[in-house]
């Protein structure tokens, strides 16, 4: 069964960091490009970033509002991806997704998701 | 950016009714159009890639529709799971973007 379980999230204070986690199982996680998504609350879906895969070099994305300030990492050996944030601000407020993207036909689309885990940035 | 809206915002519907949801793309983006249903408290869980492919195990009740600008997510015989928000987004180009979502909720 595929899995993926977000993890790191919690209260901090703006211009704070924080380290998101997302361990995944039951899938070559080496192999799949891997994106993040976040929901502030009660809004709607906003893409974060990506990144892609070693035969990709690993390159990344993002989303203008985080670039600069988000850099997505990943760890294959442990299948993990990560999402370190940096110079958090108050809008940075979400539940943070990370979500696993499938290649089918030239299409690069999303196809399973993380519960996701929440960060708050607040003094 | 690509932006993505769709309509209506809202939506009511009876058990087992036909219904029907629009997202129009800002500029032509091919097929490369996802739709994703989430129910409160829940992660978003993907339905349709390509425009009008359903993702493994997604009943075909859910249809969709469209290339270039307009796009259509069609879900027939609602039942009281389908009651949830939609949401489309597009993957033409970077940055990746969703629009504002559908509530579908029960009449």
């Known amino acids: 069964e595929v899995q993926l379980v977000e993890s790191g999230g919690g209260l901090v204070q703006p211009g704070g960091s924080l380290r998101l986690s997302c361990a995944v199982s039951?899938?070559?996680?080496?192999?799949?490009?891997m994106d993040w998504v976040r929901q502030a609350p009660g809004k709607g879906l906003e893409w974060v970033g990506r990144?892609?895969?070693?035969?990709?070099?690993?390159?990344?994305e993002y989303a203008a509002s985080v670039k600069g300030r988000f850099t997505i990492s990943r760890d294959d050996s442990k299948n993990s991806l990560y999402l370190q944030m940096n110079s958090l601000k108050t809008e940075d407020t979400a539940v943070y997704h990370c979500?696993?993207?499938?290649?089918?036909?030239?299409?690069?689309?999303?196809?399973?998701w993380g519960p996701g885990t929440t960060v708050t940035v607040s003094s | 950016d690509i932006q993505m809206t769709q309509s209506p915002s809202s939506l009511s519907a009876f058990v087992g009714d036909r219904v029907t949801i629009t997202c129009r793309a800002s500029?032509?983006?091919?097929?490369?159009l996802a739709w994703f249903q989430q129910k409160p408290g829940k992660a978003p869980k993907s339905l349709i890639y390509?425009?009008?492919s359903l993702q493994s195990g997604v009943p075909s009740k859910f249809s969709g529709s469209g290339s270039g600008t307009d796009f259509t997510l069609t879900i027939s015989s609602l039942q009281p799971e389908d009651f949830a928000t939609y949401y489309c987004?597009?993957?033409?180009?970077?940055?990746?973007?969703f629009g504002q979502g559908t509530r579908l909720e029960i009449k």
């Open positions: 987004q597009h993957y033409k180009s970077y940055p990746l973007t």
């Open positions: 039951g899938f070559t996680f080496s192999d799949h490009y």
């Open positions: 990144s892609r895969n070693k035969a990709n070099s690993y390159s990344t």
């Open positions: 500029q032509d983006i091919s097929k490369y």
């Open positions: 390509a425009a009008s």
């Open positions: 979500v696993r993207v499938v290649q089918v036909a030239g299409h690069y689309t999303m196809d399973v």
